[in-house]
């Protein structure tokens, strides 16, 4: 079945460090890829999206890319910033049930210090 | 727009009362979601409906767990009796039907639940 595979957390940076959070997935067929992010106290919530090969989702300066030869779409930020601590939330969705069947990784808790 | 609304907010119970969770999708959307967050388990599905009618319900752990939803506007997630395990946080959610064009999950804030 599709499952995610997310690095393990808790992360802990300095403000304006470099993020990279991975992610990897199995899925039979092409799916769509997702990162949610949930604040704490809150519900997850969309962060970014893409729904093929080589498309890059972005928002907020977070940034992750569809990589199709290496089931990969890893989260990324230039320099981040102490409001971005959130757990964060890899996930897939079969292209034609979409939210019906999205199947969400572990999280991974990103602390950052100012 | 108001967002998925959940309530309570909080919830503390003793072993064996009764748990009643409520909560009300976005309006226009025809899919809703009920999720369980745990620190062991992380995100769990339990349960979801299209259009009020439950589709799948293989993530409802055991028959102490049970789910409705008699309009659009409304769900309940029920617990009885509610055991210590069953302590977490529970989210409902709600979307577009599939095909509609958009495949974006809308998360209320949750309800933390707290079995003594």
């Known amino acids: 079945g599709n499952s995610v595979t997310q690095m393990e957390g808790p992360v802990t940076l300095s403000e304006e460090a470099f993020l990279t959070i991975n992610c990897t997935y199995t899925a039979t067929g092409y799916p769509s890829l997702f990162w949610y992010v949930q604040y704490p106290g809150e519900g997850l919530q969309l962060l970014l999206k893409?729904?093929?090969?080589?498309d890059k989702g972005s928002n907020k300066g977070f940034e992750a890319t569809y990589r199709k030869e290496t089931t990969s779409f890893h989260l990324e930020k230039g320099s981040v910033q102490v409001s971005d601590s959130a757990v964060y939330f890899c996930a897939l969705s079969d292209r034609i049930q979409g939210a019906q069947k999205l199947v969400f990784g572990q999280g991974t808790r990103l602390t950052i210090n100012p | 727009d108001a967002g998925v609304i959940q309530s309570p907010r909080h919830e503390v119970t003793e072993m064996g009362q009764e748990v009643t969770l409520r909560c009300k999708p976005i309006s226009g959307h025809n899919s809703l979601f009920w999720y369980r967050q745990t620190m062991m388990r992380g995100l769990e599905l339990l349960i979801y409906?299209?259009?009020?009618?439950?589709?799948?319900d293989s993530g409802m752990p055991e028959d102490r767990f049970s789910a409705k939803m008699p309009n659009a506007s409304f769900s309940t997630l029920k617990i009885q009796p509610s055991e210590p395990r069953d302590s977490a946080v529970y989210f409902c959610a709600s979307s577009h039907l599939p095909g509609q064009g958009n495949e974006k999950l809308f998360f209320g804030s949750g309800t933390q639940l707290s079995v003594l």
């Open positions: 409906f299209n259009n009020n009618v439950p589709i799948d």
């Open positions: 893409a729904t093929k090969a080589d």
